[in-house]
Nanobody, 121 residues
Framework: QVQLVESGGGLVQPGGSLRLSCSASGSIFSINAMAWYRQAPGKQRELVAGITRNDVTNYLDSVKGRFTISRDNAKNTMYLQMNSLKPEDTAVYYC???????????????WGQGTQVTVSS
């Protein structure tokens, strides 16, 4: 069984910073791509940032230059450093991992439970 657990969310003032973490555990053979998504009230879930196993990254235009995604393959952990936060960054942030549970298993997507990020004065 695979589990993704996010941490690091909270309340921060505009212009502040937060660092989210996502740890994957369980019967994991290999993790391919990982990503952070977010969903604000009344809006669709959107991709914030993604990272491949070889550290190729991509970002939502509105967070470029402010957010940095990274991962530690040895720890099966992914991070999102968020700087210069804005009220419009307020959302529940979800961790996603595309991984295999065995050598012959196909890649499947797994999700964390989400962590709330609120940017407000």
């Amino acid at each position: 069984q695979v589990q993704l657990v996010e941490s690091g969310g909270g309340l921060v003032q505009p212009g502040g910073s937060l660092r989210l973490s996502c740890s994957a555990s369980g019967s994991i053979f290999s993790i391919n791509a990982m990503a952070w998504y977010r969903q604000a009230p009344g809006k669709q879930r959107e991709l914030v940032a993604g990272i491949t196993r070889n550290d190729v990254t991509n970002y939502l235009d509105s967070v470029k230059g402010r957010f940095t995604i990274s991962r530690d393959n040895a720890k099966n952990t992914m991070y999102l450093q968020m700087n210069s936060l804005k009220p419009e960054d307020t959302a529940v942030y979800y961790c996603n991992a595309r991984l295999r549970v065995g050598e012959e298993s196909p890649n499947r997507d797994y999700w964390g439970q989400g962590t709330q990020v609120t940017v407000s004065s």
